[in-house]
């Protein structure tokens, strides 16, 4: 098993940044890439970053030249640093884990995060 936590998630101007982390515990070995998805209210989740061991990444069109996915190895651990923040971009976040095939954005992996709420709002 895989335990993703999030963190870093909170009320930010629309221009504004923010940048949330995931910190995955337990059987690292059995993933390769990790993920960032969000739900926001009334809609589907949707994929918006992801990246492989290897460094590998894929965004969302509608996150492209604005979000930023990051991964320390050694900390297990993933980062989403979001920039030019819009109200749309309101959801909450949740990390995803799994294997290789989690980057393309057709399935995701098995684990999940609890979420963290981003609010973006003047």
């Known amino acids: 098993q895989v335990q993703l936590v999030e963190s870093g998630g909170g009320l930010v101007q629309p221009g504004g940044s923010l940048n949330v982390s995931c910190a995955a515990s337990?059987?690292?070995?059995?993933?390769?890439?990790m993920a960032w998805y969000r739900q926001a209210p009334g809609k589907q989740r949707e994929p918006v970053a992801a990246?492989?061991?290897?460094?590998?990444?894929n965004y969302a069109d509608s996150v492209k030249g604005r979000f930023t996915i990051s991964r320390d190895n050694a900390k297990n651990t993933v980062y989403l640093q979001m920039n030019s923040l819009k109200p749309e971009d309101t959801a909450v976040y949740y990390c995803?884990?799994?294997?290789?095939?989690?980057?393309?954005?057709?399935?995701?992996?098995?684990?999940w995060g609890k979420g963290t709420l981003v609010t973006v709002s003047s």
């Open positions: 337990g059987s690292i070995s059995s993933i390769n890439t």
């Open positions: 995803n884990a799994g294997p290789l095939s989690v980057v393309l954005f057709r399935r995701p992996g098995d684990y």
């Open positions: 990246i492989t061991s290897g460094g590998n990444t």
